[in-house]
């Protein structure tokens, strides 16, 4: 039987130092403010360090991405059986773009004092929506550390790009979401790969059925570490949550209002489709507000774009769907807008996760519409919140400035709208309808408005004619009518004509 570790948050945690970390990682740590271990990288590390297998369990947020990191790169750092040469020593399996380029960053820069031999050590991500060639050639320059995603992977280890021969340490990262997302073949078949005298690691969320049985086939004797009491909430106990029963046509004043609540920072709204995402990120635009958009719809690029701008502060608004739910890991997001209904309690813990994280407090607020009551109760009974009955509200309501620390006076904008254009799905900038409003009048622009073949005696311009037609231009001098044009019915080719008849 898998032995089970649980306990609560220590009060006094360790530093990375006493947990037996290298001092390059420790170094490289530091210098981005963090020294002391949370509760799953407490229990994790001396295991890991040590070489066994593992499986980790903590809510999001909790610091599982250094729970699996510090020792990955240890182990490939140190191990004297598998010496670096270029080939990857590492695989980290995650199922989404963003939680990719989150986790290569992460690792990045915790080894970023590591060398392996004469040349730092290499992480390089891959993931979909991008060329290949690229990801290709980088591998063939050498990469120690991979994190992918699982499609993009087995592409390119069947196209005997990417060498799985040669690896000693396999981690699978938000295993239950991968599970979701109907990726469990395509690990599977990655895992055929891998060499069985490796170290595996599997951190997750939740622990549904069948991520137990798979790691259960590719695992030697795992420990399972769970970082809190199994009573403990499902979500952050510092996320403070507000559920009001909102009108669909109402959403977007009350949203306005929501964002000018009296400390809000960095602010995630999530929408189920990709439309309403692009929808509400152009609506706010035009109210004023730093907005972007990552959703399905959109190129890669523009969405790697968009979560820079939000991790470097150019934005602090992101609408997104709940592709981005599970890849953005910013400390700093003080508030989450469910701006429709999560589908079930395990998008609802995910979404509402952004927030609140690395001991910090946050806010959540959840809007739910008429027709979504019944899929906010099961939510509701799911996780045990205790209102199933949420309060009818309106961006006028009382309480909503009261409970979320709204100032009176707040309206449905900040302003004009940004300069920089809304964007389409397909990428193309869009037209809106403040744009429209600032664009300057062509002084050398006129019109010429005729009335039943009469000229406008406002107009002075002479009216332009066509080639191959006769027409008489009147002039501002003119006082008569104007001569109607007359146009010349051309008739057929006969060759043509001929063809067209089969002749």
């Known amino acids: 039987m898998t032995p089970l570790i649980s306990t609560t948050v220590p009060t006094t945690p360790p530093s990375f130092a006493e947990l037996g970390v290298r001092d390059e990682i420790v170094r490289a740590l530091a210098e981005d403010g963090i020294e002391h271990a949370f509760a799953i990288q407490e229990l994790t590390l001396p295991l890991a360090l040590a070489g066994d297998d593992l499986i980790g369990q903590a809510r999001t947020g909790m610091g599982k991405t250094y729970g699996f990191g510090i020792p990955l790169l240890q182990r490939v750092t140190t191990s004297p059986d598998r010496p670096l040469t270029g080939a990857p020593r590492a695989l980290v399996v995650v199922p989404t773009r963003e939680l990719c380029i989150q986790v290569s960053g992460d690792l990045a820069d915790a080894a970023k004092y590591l060398t392996a031999g004469d040349r730092p050590l290499s992480v390089q991500a891959i993931y979909g929506g991008r060329p290949y060639e690229p990801q290709i050639e980088a591998l063939q320059a050498g990469a120690d550390v991979v994190v992918g995603t699982p499609g993009r992977l087995l592409d390119l280890a069947q196209q005997g790009h990417l060498q799985l021969g040669g690896l000693s340490v396999l981690v699978l990262d938000e295993a239950d979401e991968m599970l979701d997302l109907g990726f469990l073949p395509d690990i599977e078949r990655i895992l055929s790969r891998i060499p069985d005298d490796r170290q595996s690691m599997l951190f997750s969320a939740t622990m549904p059925g069948p991520i137990i049985t798979l790691a259960r086939s590719f ?3 795992p420990t399972h570490i769970r970082a809190e009491a199994p009573h403990s909430s499902a979500v952050h106990d510092a996320t403070e949550q507000f559920v009001y ?14 964002l000018q609540a009296r400390g809000r920072g960095a602010t995630m709204i999530f929408t189920r489709t990709k439309r309403t995402a692009q929808k509400v990120a152009d609506d706010l635009n035009e109210r004023g507000f730093k907005v972007g958009a990552v959703h399905g719809d959109l190129g890669q690029v523009a969405r790697e ?3 820079k ?18 890849g953005i890991d910013i400390d700093d997001v003080t508030h989450v807008i469910n701006y429709q209904c999560p589908d079930d309690e395990k998008t609802y813990v995910h979404r509402i996760g952004r927030t609140g994280r690395a001991g910090r407090t946050g806010v959540a607020v959840t809007l739910v519409d008429w027709d979504e009551l019944a899929r906010w109760t099961m939510i509701d009974k799911a996780l045990n919140l205790c209102c199933p009955d949420p309060a009818e509200t309106y961006s006028s ?10 100032p009176t006076d707040a309206g ?6 940004r300069r920089s254009p809304a964007k389409r799905s397909d990428g193309e900038t869009r037209e809106t309808a403040a744009d429209r409003e600032r664009a300057p009048r062509n002084p050398n622009r006129s019109r010429r408005r005729t009335r039943g073949g009469q000229a406008n005696a406002a107009d002075g ?10 027409s008489t231009a009147t002039t501002p001098e003119s006082t008569g009518p104007a001569t109607p044009r007359r146009r010349r019915r051309r008739r057929p080719n006969k060759t043509a004509a001929a063809a067209a008849n089969g002749s």
């Open 219 to 221: 695992m030697n004797q």
């Open 245 to 258: 029963r909102a009108h669909a046509l109402d959403k977007a004043e009350l949203v306005a209002r929501v």
């Open 305 to 307: 774009k968009a979560l």
């Open 309 to 326: 701008q939000f991790r470097g502060g150019d934005i602090d608004v992101l609408v997104a769907t709940d592709v981005a739910a599970r």
């Open 397 to 406: 309501s009382p309480h909503l400035f009261t409970e979320l620390n709204i």
């Open 412 to 417: 449905g904008s900040i302003g004009k709208a």
């Open 461 to 470: 311009a002479p009216q332009n004619t066509e080639a191959g037609e006769a």
